[in-house]
């Protein structure tokens, strides 16, 4: 069975610290892994994936077989980085987390 | 400019009622899924499917079923609304077809409400 883990349901910070979304995973085989964001009023979108290995609005994921996780990272949160944020395994179609819902204030 | 497009934004329903909540992408993608967003639950997979006529199960499918008579449509069917369906709707596609570790493409959501 495949599983994705998010901890936080909710995760306040304040403009310009550093952000971490824990995000946890099981299964099996070898996983692709990914983040989704949704901002308020808009629809749900990739934000990004394992596999390119890229920063995207400063944001960045590794994944850490080791401890099944794949936390995402943002050095310094920026107020429009408040949304809520799904994390995604591919093993067998596509499987979500229960998502964090990130508030950054000023 | 790829596009996801669930017919209604919005819609209420009465207890027993038989509800279609439709989908279409005009992207050519073979895979399609249905979700279910609940605060606190995440999206939870209803149903998807990987090509025409072609339908598998998600994690939640009871109290649904699907149709994908075509490759650019596919339909969510609540058999018998109940108020425990009452949530928000997602549809999404990708490609290519029975490979997951690709982009999906997300519809704005249908918001049902049964009452």
């Known amino acids: 069975a495949q599983r994705v883990t998010q901890p936080e349901k909710l995760l306040s910070v304040f403009k310009g610290a550093p952000v971490e979304l824990k995000c946890n995973y099981s299964?099996?085989?070898?996983?692709?892994l990914f983040w989704y964001v949704q901002y308020s009023r808009q629809r749900l979108q990739l934000l990004l994936r394992?596999?390119s290995r890229e920063s995207i609005k400063g944001f960045t994921a590794d994944l850490n077989k080791g401890e099944t996780s794949f936390h995402l990272k943002k050095p310094f949160a920026q107020e429009e980085d408040s949304a809520m944020y799904y994390c995604?395994?591919?093993?067998?179609?596509?499987?979500f987390g229960k998502g964090t819902s990130l508030l950054v204030t000023p | 400019d790829v596009k996801v497009t669930q017919s209604s934004r919005y819609l209420v329903k009465r207890t027993g009622e038989k509800v279609f909540l439709e989908c279409v992408q005009d992207?050519?993608?073979?895979?399609m899924f249905w979700y279910r967003q609940d605060p606190g639950l995440g999206l939870r997979l209803i149903y998807f499917?990987?090509?025409?006529?072609?339908?598998e199960k998600g994690d939640i499918p009871e109290g649904y079923s699907v149709s994908r008579e075509k490759k650019e449509r596919f339909s969510l069917i609540l058999e018998s609304a109940s108020t425990n369906q009452t949530s928000m709707y997602l549809c999404?596609?990708?490609?290519?077809?029975?490979?997951?570790?690709?982009?999906?493409?997300f519809g704005q959501g249908t918001r049902l409400t049964v009452v």
């Open positions: 999404a596609s990708s490609s290519p077809s029975d490979r997951w570790d690709t982009e999906a493409f």
């Open positions: 299964y099996s085989g070898s996983p692709e």
């Open positions: 394992h596999i």
């Open positions: 995604a395994l591919t093993g067998y179609a596509l499987n």
């Open positions: 992207m050519d993608h073979e895979n």
């Open positions: 499917s990987y090509d025409v006529k072609m339908k």
